[in-house]
């Protein structure tokens, strides 16, 4: 379970899924910033968690880096993207693939980490 983030425009390319269509291309700027979890769900080896998350804290720098106040996030870590996918990787070496999307203050993650764990995480910007 870590987070990604943002380092250059994404410009999004639509899939033949229907989800997919309406997505907003990923700006740097708007992800910039610090961010707090509001509503967590990891899952791992079948099981759901809510909540685990909630109340940690990521800091998103437009140089690629990012700090947080999360273990389990790694506390830094670099990230590039590419589209509205963000691949993430903290100084231990885990890797994270994450779709993003802001909607005003509002930024949603969904991804899998290198560990296997599936999340969605919401942030709301501080």
Known sequence: MTI??????????????????????????????????????????????????????ITINSNGTYTSTASSFGTTGSYV??????TARNKRGDTFVVKVTIKDNRMTWEGTAST?????????KV
């Open 4 to 57: 990604m983030l943002v380092s250059t425009l994404g410009l999004g390319l639509s899939s033949c899924s229907k989800d997919d269509e309406n997505v907003e291309p990923l700006n740097i700027a708007d992800a910039v910033g610090t961010w707090m979890c509001v509503e967590s769900t990891d899952t791992s080896y079948g099981e759901t968690y809510d909540g685990l998350l909630v109340g940690a804290q």
């Open 81 to 86: 993207v590419n589209e509205n996918t963000i």
């Open 116 to 124: 296997g764990v599936k999340f969605k995480y919401l942030f709301d």
